[in-house]
């Protein structure tokens, strides 16, 4: 055997050897989180808010930390589009490819990609305490939003530089502006992967708790109004495992699972939808 093949097949062998790791490891949290977290799921722990003693092993549900994860990673992640779009665009159609600002947006956005999120938390307490807001339902969408925008911005701006040119050019050949091309060519072209790029943010957003433990606060209350506070799933599985009663502790881990299952779901969408938009692009 020559040097050649020994080396492709010791290669390939940690390549197998990276894929099973992955595998095994999702799958030994998928497990961890079922085994541990079924038994306890119930309907009354899904349709109710947490009555008088729930975090003493009482009775209720945390419907409260579900709406509210739903609200603030959905609001975040919408808000997040609606600013990190035209940025996108502006990258991608109106600047020069030799811009230095383009060049300068695209690093900020890298380096805020890796700022921890409980850095991102503590910057939006101080921005509250200074704008004179409590902990709410706003406060968390705001904060996540920040956390959340430069990985949407990011796999956008990944997603529309694969469009072809030659797509842009034939746009500005029939007499299309950069604003219409960028709006009926580019995004089209793009939509399925800004979809995916949405599901990475809301992801990203609807998991974490660092960045709403001071922004968002916690209520045993579905919020009604951006100015209450609202509970989210994360801070909920945090506070349930904190106890030290089985019976709750076993609840954290049906949070858990509910908190997978809302992901599960999101992606499973996000795959249909993708495919369904795709059938409308140039391959």
Same mark, same amino acid.
Request: glycine letters at 8%; a positive charge; charged letters at 10%.
């Given at each position: 055997?020559?040097?050649?093949?020994?080396?492709?097949?010791? @290669?390939?062998?940690?390549?197998?050897?990276?894929?099973?790791?992955?595998? &095994?490891?999702?799958?030994?949290?998928?497990?961890?989180?079922?085994?541990?977290?079924?038994?306890?799921?119930?309907?009354?722990? !899904?349709?109710?808010?947490?009555?008088?003693? %729930?975090?003493?092993?009482?009775?209720?549900?945390?419907?409260?930390? /579900?709406? &509210?994860?739903?609200?603030?990673?959905?609001?975040?992640?919408?808000?997040?589009?609606?600013?990190?779009?035209?940025?996108?665009?502006?990258?991608? *159609?109106?600047?020069?490819?030799?811009? =230095?600002?383009? $060049? %300068?947006?695209?690093?900020?956005?890298?380096?805020?990609?890796?700022?921890?999120?409980?850095?991102?938390?503590?910057?939006? %307490?101080? /921005?509250?305490?200074? $704008? &004179?807001?409590?902990?709410?339902?706003? &406060?968390?969408?705001?904060? +996540?939003?920040?956390?959340?925008?430069?990985?949407?911005?990011?796999?956008?701006?990944? @997603? !529309?530089?694969? @469009?072809?040119?030659?797509?842009?050019?034939?746009?500005?050949? +029939?007499?299309?502006?950069?604003?219409?091309?960028?709006?009926?060519? @580019?995004?089209?072209?793009?939509?399925?992967?800004?979809?995916?790029?949405?599901?990475?943010? %809301?992801?990203?957003?609807?998991?974490?708790?660092?960045?709403?433990?001071?922004?968002?606060? #916690?209520?045993?209350?579905?919020?009604?109004?951006?100015?209450?506070?609202?509970?989210?799933?994360?801070?909920?599985?945090? #506070?349930?495992?904190?106890?030290?009663?089985?019976? *709750?502790?076993?609840?954290?881990?049906?949070?858990?699972? !509910?908190?997978?299952? +809302?992901?599960?779901?999101?992606?499973?969408?996000?795959?249909?939808?993708?495919?369904?938009?795709? =059938?409308?692009?140039?391959?």
């Amino acid at each position: 055997m020559n040097r050649r093949k020994l080396e492709e097949k010791c @290669v390939k062998g940690l390549m197998v050897l990276s894929t099973l790791l992955i595998f &095994g490891t999702l799958a030994l949290i998928l497990a961890t989180v079922v085994i541990k977290g079924l038994p306890a799921l119930d309907w009354a722990m !899904i349709s109710q808010i947490p009555k008088g003693g %729930f975090y003493l092993g009482k009775e209720g549900g945390i419907l409260n930390a /579900i709406l &509210g994860s739903l609200y603030l990673a959905g609001g975040a992640t919408l808000l997040a589009l609606i600013l990190g779009l035209p940025v996108v665009l502006y990258l991608n *159609v109106f600047a020069r490819k030799d811009s =230095r600002i383009a $060049a %300068f947006t695209r690093f900020s956005l890298d380096v805020l990609w890796g700022v921890p999120s409980i850095v991102f938390g503590a910057f939006g %307490f101080i /921005i509250m305490l200074s $704008a &004179g807001m409590r902990a709410s339902l706003l &406060g968390g969408i705001l904060t +996540v939003t920040l956390l959340i925008l430069p990985i949407l911005c990011r796999a956008m701006d990944e @997603v !529309i530089r694969m @469009v072809p040119p030659d797509l842009l050019e034939a746009s500005y050949a +029939v007499g299309a502006t950069r604003l219409q091309t960028a709006l009926k060519v @580019v995004v089209r072209q793009a939509l399925a992967g800004i979809l995916t790029a949405v599901l990475i943010a %809301f992801g990203r957003g609807i998991g974490d708790a660092a960045s709403v433990l001071f922004t968002a606060g #916690f209520s045993d209350q579905i919020p009604t109004s951006l100015n209450q506070p609202a509970a989210t799933l994360p801070l909920a599985i945090f #506070f349930q495992l904190g106890t030290p009663f089985h019976q *709750v502790q076993q609840r954290a881990y049906a949070s858990a699972l !509910i908190l997978t299952v +809302v992901i599960l779901v999101t992606s499973v969408l996000s795959r249909l939808l993708s495919r369904t938009f795709t =059938r409308h692009t140039i391959q």
